[in-house]
């Protein structure tokens, strides 16, 4: 009897506790009807069950959310409600809410988000102004100086990133440490631009022939050697020897790194400039017995700056000079070639072989002793230098230079003048003026023409007082930031725009002298302008920024590969370095040829040398050039998605991941980018022993259904690239440690290697939306299939890129009006620029709101009239 009125009372419990949770779920149903449009408060009721406030799952109340649209941080939760509900994504049975309810909720909210956000921008702009980033900035002061090999970036520090990109406006703050080192960066490349001297510093005339070309003897093995001296006779490693024996030539057979940098005995630059660099040199193979012959390719190869150190590490290493071809010549003396290198003060240059092995100290121990890779088939190739001269630094043409005449007009190196406070008014506004990058209001011209006269007047030289008037400009928000064009008779806003969209600098002086006509709202013009910028030779700043931040190519020397599981990749800088060179040339073709945007996805050409070909497959070429090869019907490359910079920035190094391959593609080229991974959780740790497959060890990590729902959306796509190895060639197995066939030998760097053959690939997968494909062509297809997605995706970037704001909601069908217009020629990708250039989100909304906030700039002391920085 107890134990049954035990029960019933339970039983009650529970009725009661029933009761609660579901008055509590219609007050918090009816408290949401209050605060939501009676339009679409009841088709939200059943979002309740997850997002009240008890459960508030992915942090959402419901309960609690208002639908005040006019506060942004509100608006943009209702704009993350939106995009869920339109994808399908929430709620996630579609019961909860049918599909006509859906598209009737989906309706209501596009509208009301639509306005409220169309009128924020109407009323402020799309988004605040814009701090110059410090690449941006370095271009500036090299156009406005006329100091092209200018380096003060590294002066500055890093830029915050946001959307993958380091040009965005609520991430380019300004701090006191920053405006310090700003200020440092401007000094530093203003007092480069002076010169002291009366006249140019002599040049230096340098001259090696023989082992003067090297000041490392030779090293050689028993049948081989990284670098030697060899006349007509036969080797010759005797140091005390004639060191200016024109006869003999210094061969070199390794690419450069540590142990060894190579470089002429005594030659030290006396001053930084331009130096001219002439040499002979053939390309030849060693063969065994330390033998010399022709070689059958072209050996490519560069200079590299560093300090002349008596020991084999140098900091700020760097290639100067461009990559020269050796060809290769029966006899000395034949082939003769010149470039021109920027160097420092204090420092020499290295030869940098590219391509070839790096042996390095023998693994087993021995000291003081070199392993050397076996000789490839026909022997190892090389350079034999016979002679080099070098002069410089090379004076301009006139002195002082045009910076020094940039600063002080015609006043000379001295910088003298019997009217110093008129000069000082006089070159102060003339500097201002070439500075400047649309008019400067004369009340702030007043301000730095105030601290001139106040420096000069303190007793200091006409020169520092201008310097501390130019310094303060150059840091001021008057020449460091970037405006949102507001007004539709600005046109100086618009050619800033372009100019830092399409070239990473100012504008040019054609396109500054539109800018004062006020034709640049004119749509021919500036769609001509547009088209010469392309054509340009600043057009490859945008290639290499846009695609360093985009694509991350900036990241592609990050993670070597394991030497254990691919020793053929070790210290292979010339590999590494082509991959780069090909995206960057592929993506310049398709915007410079206006090609369709599904050659992102794929296409039937690409861009390689040497060294590409042989990584590739295809067939051999000769030297170091990109060129456009068409690829074979059946290969696998083609378009981004299948280069090789792009399979090795989304691998680790040590093995392939699906899931950061499958991630990286859906975000950057696709434009879907997944959640970011829950907290807790670790990613998939490779098996490079090789006994299990990467399906298994996906399975393993993917046994939550919530992980699975969420993995479907990319792991797929990265599976589809599993044929590509840790540096994109192509593979049918993977390789492991211990299971499988193995592999032996040394490497080249003549290390000893083993690793095993091991699973084979399975490439097949099936995406979210349920569409299957066996390997990486049928994904290309499917990819292809929707160019308008590849072309919204890319359309977005470059909108980010341009104006530093992300696309916002109320540019969407601005957005899509672009697609519609270039969609019927296949959404190609010039095109996608030209409509942008022309639309309001570049060129700004009608309107009188102005964004150059003065609040964004608080850290820092602001002149009261102008806000310039002083």
């Given at each position: 009897m107890k134990l049954a009125l035990k029960r019933i009372l339970i039983l009650l419990l529970v009725l009661l506790a029933a009761l609660h949770i579901a008055n509590k779920q219609i007050g918090a149903g009816r408290a949401m009807i209050a605060a939501l449009p009676d339009q679409i408060a009841p088709l939200m009721q059943s979002c309740l069950k997850c997002h009240d406030k008890d459960t508030h799952k992915g942090g959402l109340d419901l309960t609690a959310l208002s639908f005040d649209l006019t506060d942004r941080s509100i608006r943009e939760q209702w704009i993350r409600i939106h995009d869920r509900v339109e994808k399908g994504e929430m709620p996630p049975k579609a019961s909860d809410l049918p599909v006509a309810q859906r598209e009737d909720l989906v309706k209501f909210l596009k509208a009301k988000?639509?306005?409220?956000?169309?009128?924020?921008?109407?009323?402020?702009?799309?988004?605040?102004?814009?701090?110059?980033n410090r690449e941006e900035y370095e271009q500036n002061l090299r156009d406005l100086l006329q100091l092209p090999h200018l380096d003060i970036r590294d002066l500055l520090p890093a830029d915050r990133e946001a959307h993958h990109f380091n040009k965005v406006s609520d991430t380019l703050d300004m701090s006191r440490v920053q405006l310090m080192a700003y200020l440092d960066a401007a000094e530093a490349a203003l007092q480069q631009a002076m010169v002291k001297n009366p006249?140019?510093?002599?040049?230096?005339?340098?001259?090696a022939v023989g082992k003067q070309?090297?000041?490392?003897?030779?090293?050689?093995?028993?049948?081989?050697?990284?670098?030697?001296?060899?006349?007509?006779?036969g080797i010759d490693s005797?140091?005390?020897?004639?060191?200016?024996?024109?006869?003999?030539?210094?061969?070199?057979?390794?690419?450069?790194?540590?142990?060894?940098?190579?470089?002429?005995?005594?030659?030290?630059?006396?001053?930084?400039?331009?130096?001219?660099?002439?040499?002979?040199?053939?390309?030849?193979?060693?063969?065994?017995?330390?033998?010399?012959?022709?070689?059958?390719?072209?050996?490519?190869?560069?200079?590299?700056?560093?300090?002349?150190?008596?020991?084999?590490?140098?900091?700020?290493?760097?290639?100067?000079?461009?990559?020269?071809d050796i060809q290769p010549n029966a006899q000395p003396g034949v082939g003769i070639y010149e470039t021109i290198v920027q160097l420092g003060a204090g420092q020499t240059i290295e030869y940098g072989l590219l391509g070839l092995p790096v042996p390095q100290p023998d693994a087993r121990g021995i000291t003081g002793s070199y392993r050397f890779p076996p000789f490839p088939a026909g022997g190892q190739p090389g350079i034999a230098f016979q002679w080099m001269e070098v002069e410089g630094p090379l004076a301009p043409e006139t002195w002082p230079p045009a910076s020094h005449r940039v600063l002080f007009d015609n006043l000379g190196v001295e910088v003298k003048s019997a009217s110093p406070a008129q000069d000082a008014k006089r070159l102060l506004r003339r500097f201002i003026k070439l500075a400047a990058r649309e008019p400067v209001p004369e009340e702030a011209v007043v301000k730095f023409e105030a601290l001139t006269l106040a420096r000069l007047q303190s007793g200091a030289p006409l020169a520092e007082a201008l310097l501390a008037g130019y310094k303060a400009f150059l840091c001021s928000?008057?020449?460091?930031?970037?405006?949102?064009?507001?007004?539709?008779?600005?046109?100086?806003?618009?050619?800033?725009?372009?100019?830092?969209?399409?070239?990473?600098?100012?504008?040019?002086?054609?396109?500054?002298?539109?800018?004062?006509?006020?034709?640049?709202?004119?749509?021919?013009?500036?769609?001509?302008?547009?088209?010469r910028l392309i054509a340009g030779n600043g057009f490859d700043r945008f290639v290499t920024h846009f695609t360093d931040y985009w694509l991350s190519l900036r990241d592609l020397r990050r993670d070597d590969p394991d030497i254990r599981l691919y020793p053929e990749y070790r210290l292979d800088d010339y590999l590494v370095e082509s991959m780069g060179l090909e995206t960057r040339a592929f993506f310049g073709a398709m915007i410079r040829e206006n090609l369709p945007v599904s050659m992102l996805i794929d296409a039937d050409f690409t861009f390689v040398n040497d060294r590409l070909s042989q990584h590739y497959g295809l067939p051999p070429m000769a030297g170091s050039a990109l060129r456009k090869v068409t690829l074979?019907?059946?290969?696998?490359?083609?378009?981004?998605?299948?280069?090789?910079?792009?399979?090795?920035?989304?691998?680790?190094?040590?093995?392939?991941?699906?899931?950061?391959?499958?991630?990286?593609?859906?975000?950057?080229?696709i434009g879907q980018p997944p959640p970011p991974p829950p907290p807790g959780i670790p990613a998939v740790e490779p098996d490079i022993r090789g006994a299990k497959s990467m399906r298994d060890l996906l399975a393993l990590h993917t046994k939550s259904a919530s992980c699975a729902a969420c993995h479907a959306k990319f792991d797929p796509v990265g599976l589809a690239l599993e044929n590509f190895d840790v540096m994109g060639r192509w593979r049918?197995?993977?390789?492991?440690?211990?299971?499988?066939?193995?592999i032996s030998g040394i490497d080249r760097s003549g290390h000893d290697f083993s690793y095993t053959i091991a699973n084979a690939v399975d490439a097949s997968g099936q995406l979210a939306d349920g569409h299957n494909f066996k390997d990486i062509h049928a994904l290309k297809a499917i990819f292809k299939a929707n160019p308008r997605q590849l072309a919204r995706n890319l359309l977005?970037?470059?909108?980010?890129?341009?104006?530093?704001?992300?696309?916002?909601?109320?540019?969407?069908?601005?957005?899509?009006?672009?697609?519609?217009?270039?969609?019927?020629?296949?959404?190609?990708?010039?095109?996608?620029?030209?409509?942008?250039?022309?639309?309001?989100?570049?060129?700004?909304?009608?309107?009188?709101?102005?964004?150059?906030?003065?609040?964004?700039?608080?850290?820092?002391?602001?002149s009261k009239v102008t806000g310039g920085l002083v």
């Open positions: 988000l639509h306005a409220a956000d169309l009128a924020e921008i109407v009323a402020t702009g799309r988004g605040p102004m814009r701090r110059l006249q140019p510093p002599l040049a230096m005339h340098y001259r070309l090297s000041f490392v003897r030779a090293i050689t093995g028993e049948k081989q050697s990284m670098f030697f001296a060899r006349n007509s006779v005797n140091e005390k020897g004639d060191e200016a024996d024109p006869t003999v030539e210094m061969a070199m057979f390794r690419s450069p790194g540590w142990p060894y940098a190579i470089f002429p005995k005594k030659l030290v630059t006396p001053a930084a400039g331009a130096y001219r660099v002439r040499f002979s040199a053939r390309a030849v193979l060693q063969t065994e017995g330390f033998v010399l012959k022709p070689a059958v390719q072209p050996v490519p190869f560069t200079f590299r700056s560093r300090r002349p150190t008596n020991h084999d590490i140098a900091e700020d290493v760097r290639s100067v000079g461009g990559i020269l928000d008057l020449f460091l930031y970037l405006h949102e064009p507001a007004r539709e008779g600005d046109h100086f806003t618009v050619a800033n725009r372009l100019s830092h969209f399409l070239t990473n600098t100012r504008p040019d002086a054609a396109l500054a002298d539109l800018a004062r006509q006020k034709k640049l709202r004119d749509a021919a013009t500036l769609r001509r302008e547009t088209d074979p019907k059946d290969s696998p490359y083609g378009g981004l998605l299948t280069q090789a910079s792009i399979l090795k920035i989304t691998s680790n190094g040590v093995t392939t991941s699906p899931v950061l391959r499958g991630a990286w593609v859906m975000d950057r080229l049918t197995q993977y390789r492991g440690l211990e299971t499988g066939q193995r977005h970037q470059f909108t980010l890129y341009a104006t530093g704001t992300p696309v916002r909601f109320a540019d969407r069908r601005e957005i899509e009006s672009m697609l519609n217009v270039c969609a019927k020629d296949g959404y190609r990708v010039r095109d996608l620029i030209h409509a942008l250039v022309q639309s309001k989100i570049f060129l700004g909304q009608k309107g009188t709101g102005d964004v150059r906030q003065a609040a964004r700039l608080s850290p820092l002391r602001r």
